[in-house]
């Protein structure tokens, strides 16, 4: 009898791990650039929350469109809106719509290395759109060297870099080249790929980062937080009021301030070249992709409840990892939108 | 039935053969070789139902136009053919003389010893995982190739296609290079070998008719060895047209056909690892995946070509005799 009581107790003791281990697990998939601090916002909400465990593949964010798309995953990240087209493909597939939440943002800075130069640069559009449409050559052309009357430039062939792996990055930069010329908008256009016009391809911020580091007379575009940490020297845009700023958080959160009064119900805004004196031009949100209609109501209260922690309490991770913080307006309304999937 | 009864068979009934165990060893290996053949199969049908949507669009075109733009949905896959070709032939240009060079110094040439140690670390080199050799490339060739090789190659050789444009320090040259230093260590390792298990008789016999050692090496255990060698030699070239990581950081990414090997370039392998992540336009995803069926096939043809040419040689050369 003893050894009977003995037995069921082990098998009550078992049966109590497997259920503690049987948390709810919610996958995800998308955006490489968000990455770490959605790494941080899920292990710490399963710390408080141990019942919901949220796994994320920073698999980039084509491919965390494909995959919440597909039905693969529970929810998707990207750093770029997704078009009308996909959203179509998405909601003739499940029958319900595919939700865009922002969650934080970011900065592109253009980085260069001019041996001969040590003083911080600056930049306007023109120049930006011609140095990457191959149309301006030469460190000394009246372009570059205008807003910079103080600093002398060589007069050395200008080496492009840019982004050869598909990224949000290259969206945001092409967003914002895009919209300041029209001749980069009818020719190149905005993506995560494009057909560049000149320059060599590097992999990844870093792979962007240490090609120009090395290559004199080199120009290339990455993450404020590679640039910052890599101590590359990265130059001022002139945004679209006229002032040439140097990119830091607080530029970042004007430039999303200036865009929320104005956003759209569904989130998918673009906020390069927005307007405002002290908002940085190269801005962008990156985004979460929830499915409008959970069929699981158990994974849909937990992503409800994830959502709205991440906008509110979870924005204080934000600068520690060099993320500018939502603007409380984006806030408030994105907590209306959350209680509106089913 | 499983085909090709071996021969030791013989008129055992197939059960008492399944009971000794004969016949199950045969069916089980029979089973693990064709998985090969299996995969192969499988995979090359995954990449032809895959790339469905650019092989009605672009059809051969696919194979003859430049422009690779993924928004206005445009794709040519010649650069990427061209960069993987040039890349690979410029590697075992540089691989083959130098690989096959020490592989007859560690055989024929070399104390035991010396040979023995050396091998150790060339087989310590061909275990190195290729991104070590790229970050290599890009923060060791690359700086000097921009700095001296690329401006000594201009200055020099400038009025040749194959050295123009601006030094960057990487491109197809370095890419190559970059390769070469990659596949040599297989070259050497399996030639050695081969070289090695050349019989002792045939030296013995080339150096009593009076041959010099290097006569007797080069005349009689090199060609002897040849088969092998060859052999050395395509496992290499697979290697170079398949390298992904190391060239990818050293090639410059950029869909260039251009005849100077200071040009920055693209390779298959490259582009479908740097894009394939983001394609998220299905028909940008598909033409990766066409691409990889280009790869396989250019890998198949080129082995292929090499396979014909050694048998051809072999012939013409009336095998092995040569003294």
Do not use: C
């Amino acid at each position: 009898m003893k050894r009977i009581t003995g037995l069921l107790l082990v098998v009550l003791a078992l049966g109590g791990i497997v259920l503690a281990q049987n948390a709810l697990l919610i996958n995800g998939a998308g955006a490489s650039f968000p990455n770490p601090i959605y790494s941080k916002w899920f292990d710490e909400f399963h710390k408080a929350n141990s019942s919901i465990q949220i796994n994320y593949q920073s698999v980039g964010s084509g491919a965390g469109i494909k995959q919440a798309t597909d039905g693969t995953v529970d929810f998707g990240a990207s750093d770029g809106p997704m078009s009308d087209e996909q959203l179509k493909a998405y909601s003739d597939k499940h029958g319900s719509n595919l939700l865009h939440f922002p969650t934080v943002l970011g900065a592109v800075v253009p980085t260069y290395t001019i041996p001969s130069v040590s003083a911080s640069l600056n930049f306007t559009p023109e120049a930006l759109a011609g140095i990457f449409l191959g149309k301006i050559t030469k460190w000394n052309d009246p372009a570059i060297a205008g807003p910079n009357k103080d600093v002398k430039l060589p007069a050395e062939d200008i080496v492009v870099v840019h982004r050869s792996d598909g990224s949000g990055t290259t969206y945001v930069f092409t967003d914002y080249l895009s919209k300041v010329s029209d001749e980069w908008k009818n020719k190149v256009s905005k993506g995560t790929s494009v057909n560049w016009p000149v320059g060599l391809g590097a992999k990844g911020n870093e792979g962007v980062t240490g090609l120009v580091k090395q290559t004199p007379n080199s120009i290339g575009y990455v993450e404020l937080i590679y640039a910052a940490k890599n101590n590359v020297s990265y130059g001022a845009v002139k945004n679209s009021s006229g002032v040439f700023l140097k990119a830091d958080l607080a530029g970042v959160s004007e430039a999303a301030a200036g865009a929320a009064k104005e956003m759209p119900d569904d989130f998918r805004v673009s906020i390069t070249n927005a307007p405002g004196k002290k908002a940085y031009p190269i801005s962008s949100f990156t985004w979460l992709l929830i499915p409008a209609k959970f069929s699981d109501t158990a994974k849909r209260d937990a992503m409800k409840h994830f959502l709205k922690w991440a906008i509110t309490d979870g924005q204080k991770d934000a600068e520690e990892l060099a993320y500018a913080r939502l603007p409380k307006e984006v806030v408030a309304k994105e907590l209306k939108a959350i209680d509106s999937i089913q | 039935m499983v085909p090709g009864a071996s021969p030791s068979a013989g008129s055992r009934s197939f059960i008492s053969r399944l009971r000794s165990g004969d016949e199950i060893a045969r069916i089980v290996t029979f089973l693990f070789a064709s998985s090969v053949v299996l995969v192969t199969l499988l995979l090359v049908l995954q990449l032809w139902h895959d790339s469905s949507l650019p092989r009605h669009k672009f059809g051969l075109n696919f194979f003859a136009t430049r422009v690779w733009d993924p928004i206005a949905e445009q794709f040519g896959a010649l650069p990427f053919i061209y960069g993987t070709i040039v890349t690979a032939a410029v590697a075992l240009l540089i691989a083959v003389p130098l690989g096959i060079g020490a592989a007859i110094f560690l055989a024929e040439l070399a104390p035991q010893k010396i040979s023995d140690t050396l091998q150790f670390f060339i087989d310590l080199l061909a275990a190195v995982p290729s991104v070590i050799y790229g970050v290599l490339g890009i923060f060791i060739v690359v700086p000097i190739m921009r700095q001296y090789i690329q401006p000594a190659l201009k200055h020099s050789l400038g009025l040749l296609p194959f050295f123009q444009g601006p030094a960057y320090g990487i491109g197809f040259l370095t890419a190559g290079i970059v390769l070469a230093i990659m596949v040599i260590p297989y070259i050497i390792s399996v030639s050695r070998e081969v070289l090695l298990s050349v019989p002792r008789d045939q030296r013995e016999a080339a150096l009593a008719l009076g041959s010099t050692r290097w006569e007797s090496t080069w005349k009689v255990v090199v060609p002897f060895a040849r088969t092998g060698i060859m052999g050395s030699i395509f496992l290499a070239m697979a290697r170079a047209l398949g390298e992904t990581m190391a060239v990818t950081m050293v090639i410059g990414n950029a869909p260039i056909i251009s005849a100077s090997l200071l040009s920055p370039g693209y390779s298959i392998a490259a582009v479908i690892a740097n894009e394939l992540t983001e394609a998220a336009n299905i028909v940008h995803f598909q033409s990766l995946v066409e691409l990889g069926l280009v790869l396989f096939l250019l890998t198949f043809i080129l082995n292929g070509l090499a396979r014909l040419m050694m048998v051809l040689t072999t012939q013409k050369g009336s095998g092995m005799g040569h003294v």
